[in-house]
Protein backbone atom coordinates (compact mmCIF):
# COMPACT_ATOMS: atom_id res chain seq x y z
CA UNK A 1 0.00 0.00 0.00
CA UNK A 2 2.62 2.47 0.81
CA UNK A 3 4.77 2.04 -2.46
CA UNK A 4 1.09 2.13 -4.34
CA UNK A 5 0.54 5.72 -2.55
CA UNK A 6 3.95 6.95 -2.71
CA UNK A 7 3.50 6.43 -6.57
CA UNK A 8 -0.02 8.03 -7.11
CA UNK A 9 1.15 11.35 -5.31
CA UNK A 10 3.91 11.36 -7.22
CA UNK A 11 2.19 11.40 -10.14
CA UNK A 12 -0.67 13.77 -8.79
CA UNK A 13 1.28 16.89 -10.07
CA UNK A 14 1.35 17.65 -13.62
CA UNK A 15 5.36 19.14 -13.06
CA UNK A 16 6.43 15.96 -12.24
CA UNK A 17 4.59 13.84 -14.96
CA UNK A 18 6.28 16.42 -17.15
CA UNK A 19 9.71 15.63 -15.56
CA UNK A 20 9.45 12.23 -15.95
CA UNK A 21 8.32 12.49 -19.45
CA UNK A 22 11.31 14.69 -20.53
CA UNK A 23 13.70 11.89 -18.81
CA UNK A 24 12.35 9.55 -21.28
CA UNK A 25 14.86 10.91 -23.33
CA UNK A 26 17.63 9.95 -21.34
CA UNK A 27 19.46 11.50 -19.08
CA UNK A 28 19.57 15.39 -18.35
CA UNK A 29 21.07 17.70 -15.76
CA UNK A 30 18.96 19.41 -13.24
CA UNK A 31 19.31 22.66 -14.69
CA UNK A 32 17.74 21.26 -17.98
CA UNK A 33 14.91 20.01 -15.82
CA UNK A 34 14.83 23.19 -14.62
CA UNK A 35 14.84 25.14 -18.06
CA UNK A 36 11.90 23.10 -19.34
CA UNK A 37 9.46 23.80 -16.79
CA UNK A 38 10.51 27.42 -15.84
CA UNK A 39 10.15 27.11 -12.30
CA UNK A 40 12.18 28.11 -9.39
CA UNK A 41 15.41 25.46 -8.61
CA UNK A 42 13.52 24.98 -4.76
CA UNK A 43 10.64 23.86 -7.01
CA UNK A 44 11.76 21.94 -9.30
CA UNK A 45 14.05 20.11 -6.63
CA UNK A 46 11.48 19.25 -4.44
CA UNK A 47 9.16 17.60 -7.91
CA UNK A 48 12.79 15.65 -8.10
CA UNK A 49 13.13 14.45 -4.37
CA UNK A 50 9.27 13.33 -4.03
CA UNK A 51 9.83 11.30 -7.51
CA UNK A 52 12.95 9.88 -6.04
CA UNK A 53 11.41 8.70 -2.79
CA UNK A 54 8.81 7.13 -5.25
CA UNK A 55 11.81 5.30 -7.11
CA UNK A 56 10.75 6.83 -9.89
CA UNK A 57 14.33 8.29 -10.97
CA UNK A 58 17.74 7.89 -10.09
CA UNK A 59 20.43 10.28 -9.75
CA UNK A 60 24.29 10.97 -9.68
CA UNK A 61 26.27 13.87 -9.06
CA UNK A 62 29.44 14.80 -11.50
CA UNK A 63 31.03 17.72 -9.80
CA UNK A 64 28.90 21.00 -9.64
CA UNK A 65 25.88 19.41 -11.01
CA UNK A 66 23.12 16.46 -10.43
CA UNK A 67 21.92 14.49 -13.26
CA UNK A 68 18.55 12.65 -13.49
CA UNK A 69 17.78 9.32 -15.35
CA UNK A 70 14.80 6.88 -15.17
CA UNK A 71 15.94 3.95 -12.82
CA UNK A 72 18.33 1.76 -14.80
CA UNK A 73 16.53 -1.53 -13.33
CA UNK A 74 13.29 -2.09 -13.60
CA UNK A 75 11.37 -0.73 -10.10
CA UNK A 76 8.67 -2.13 -9.20
CA UNK A 77 5.55 -3.14 -11.19
CA UNK A 78 3.41 -1.10 -9.55
CA UNK A 79 5.08 1.96 -10.64
CA UNK A 80 6.57 0.76 -13.71
CA UNK A 81 2.66 -0.10 -14.92
CA UNK A 82 1.23 2.79 -13.52
CA UNK A 83 3.87 5.25 -14.91
CA UNK A 84 3.65 3.53 -18.88
CA UNK A 85 -0.09 3.72 -18.29
CA UNK A 86 0.43 7.02 -17.23
CA UNK A 87 2.54 7.97 -20.47
CA UNK A 88 0.55 6.25 -22.95
CA UNK A 89 -2.41 8.41 -22.02
CA UNK A 90 -0.98 11.51 -22.59
CA UNK A 91 1.40 10.96 -25.24
CA UNK A 92 -0.97 12.86 -27.94
CA UNK A 93 -1.42 15.51 -25.18
CA UNK A 94 0.04 18.94 -26.35
CA UNK A 95 1.58 19.79 -23.60
CA UNK A 96 3.77 16.39 -24.04
CA UNK A 97 4.18 17.19 -27.22
CA UNK A 98 5.47 20.68 -26.44
CA UNK A 99 7.91 19.62 -23.60
CA UNK A 100 9.15 16.85 -26.58
CA UNK A 101 10.21 19.67 -28.95
CA UNK A 102 12.02 22.15 -26.23
CA UNK A 103 13.31 19.00 -24.73
CA UNK A 104 15.05 18.53 -28.42
CA UNK A 105 16.46 22.41 -27.94
CA UNK A 106 17.35 22.33 -24.23
CA UNK A 107 19.34 19.22 -24.40
CA UNK A 108 21.47 20.70 -27.43
CA UNK A 109 22.36 23.55 -24.89
CA UNK A 110 25.43 22.22 -22.45
CA UNK A 111 24.45 21.63 -19.34
CA UNK A 112 27.28 24.38 -17.93
CA UNK A 113 26.11 26.85 -19.81
CA UNK A 114 22.50 26.56 -18.89
CA UNK A 115 23.74 26.07 -15.12
CA UNK A 116 25.82 29.08 -14.85
Not at 56 to 61: G, T
Not at 65 to 75: A, D, E, F, N, T
Not at 93 to 116: G, H, N, V, W, Y
Request: glycine share 4%; charged share 30%.
Amino acid sequence: MREYLAVTKALSDAGRVRLLHALQGGEVCVCQLIELLQLAPSTVSKHLSILTQANLVESRKKGRWVYYRLPRKQGSSIASRITRETFRHLEHSAEFKADQKRMKTIRAIEPETLCR
